[in-house]
């Protein structure tokens, strides 16, 4: 049930600390370590992380010379060589993840705020089962709708015995890790750190509320991000782009009602995991083996997806849509983090019947 006495998610809001930084510099301003600061060295640190993760996931594959050599003989893409398997998923998503993970844990330290504020922290941990139920939900729906006005064929079964369980499981781990990796790394640090950064912008916007103006700016900026590296999907098309820009929208309202990821992270992960696996379709141009059907879009590719998937059919932009609806009515409004840092400990006033030495 709804907390019906805070439905501000910014009804908590830490007070302006002015003291923090009383002389503007290069390097730090009004919330500390200036944004763009930040945000360029996460932008480094994550494109390392995502060459190295890449890496080590083809060579998990044992295809790594192979791939080395199609490179350098093709004009292919390096995203479209890339082998779209359980184990190079598990591998790449799993090390992206937790090497930022780690490394926003090293900036939360050196810029004195919870690790919670970049989106995952205990309190909200609860949200995740019903972004998960949701996720398949909206995904069977999709699929059922497509399938009944005959622009998705099911031409049979793929899988049958133990190998169904195997190769579920396989592919619910690794879509797990690209739900926790795309929210985190699009939609943690990065949010929040360009949150800040626009800040002044959202102060001339919304002079007497500028939290929600900030968090919307820096939400579409990661939303477009987002749906633009998408491109490098092999089968992706236009409409296709602007519906993973929607369903981000989607995933950052999720986070600007309940103040954390983990529903988003539920609703990705068994969304990917269902269209990929469980109904056999593609996701984001990629087909997957070990899936339980098999399947082929028929029609215009506006209402079919075409080799995008269900993802890229107009009946899709509706799913998400819907999604905005269902994460207002369904989940309980949470507290979103100030752009405040901590103020330093030894600033802070005794603790009552403290014995000072």
Avoid at 213 to 224: K, M, N, P, R, V
Avoid at 255 to 283: K, N
Wanted: proline content about 6%.
């Amino acid at each position: 049930m709804n907390d019906l006495k805070n439905t501000d998610p910014f009804a908590h809001k830490a007070p302006a600390s002015p003291g923090l930084h009383p002389e503007s510099t290069i390097f730090f301003g009004r919330f500390g370590f200036r944004a763009g600061w930040g945000v360029s060295i996460y932008l480094i640190v994550a494109a390392i992380l995502t060459l190295f993760a890449s890496t080590f996931g083809i060579a998990a594959t044992g295809q790594l010379k192979k791939f080395i050599a199609a490179q350098a003989h093709s004009n292919q893409s390096a995203q479209s060589l890339v082998p779209f398997v359980p184990i190079y998923v598990i591998v790449n998503d799993g090390i992206i993840f937790f090497g930022l993970l780690a490394f926003c844990w090293l900036l939360s330290r050196a810029e004195r705020r919870p690790l919670a504020s970049y989106g995952i922290g205990s309190k909200r941990r609860t949200d995740f089962i019903p972004g998960a139920v949701w996720g398949l939900i909206s995904m069977s729906a999709l699929v059922s709708v497509l399938h009944s006005l005959h622009f998705l064929v099911f031409d049979g079964r793929a899988l049958y015995g133990s190998a169904i369980l195997l190769w579920g499981a396989k592919w619910f781990l690794a879509f797990l890790l690209v739900g926790f990796c795309e929210e985190y790394e699009f939609r943690g640090y990065l949010q929040f750190t360009l949150m800040r950064g626009v800040w002044g912008l959202a102060e001339r916007l919304a002079p007497s509320n500028p939290q929600p103006a900030a968090f919307w700016i820096a939400a579409t900026i990661t939303s477009l991000t987002f749906g633009g590296l998408h491109l490098l999907n092999g089968g992706e098309n236009l409409f296709g782009i602007s519906q993973v820009v929607l369903i981000g929208l989607a995933f950052s309202y999720g986070l600007f009602r309940t103040g954390s990821l983990w529903w988003g992270i539920g609703f990705h992960a068994v969304w990917d995991w269902a269209q990929s696996f469980l109904f056999g379709v593609a996701d984001s141009g990629n087909v997957s083996p070990g899936r339980l059907f098999l399947t082929h879009p028929t029609g215009k590719p506006m209402f079919s997806g075409g080799s995008a998937g269900p993802e890229g059919s107009l009946f899709a932009a509706i799913a998400v849509l819907l999604t905005f609806f269902v994460i207002r009515l369904t989940t309980r409004p949470g507290v979103q983090p100030s752009p405040e840092q901590m103020p330093l400990a030894e600033t802070l006033p005794p603790e009552p019947y403290t014995v000072i030495p």
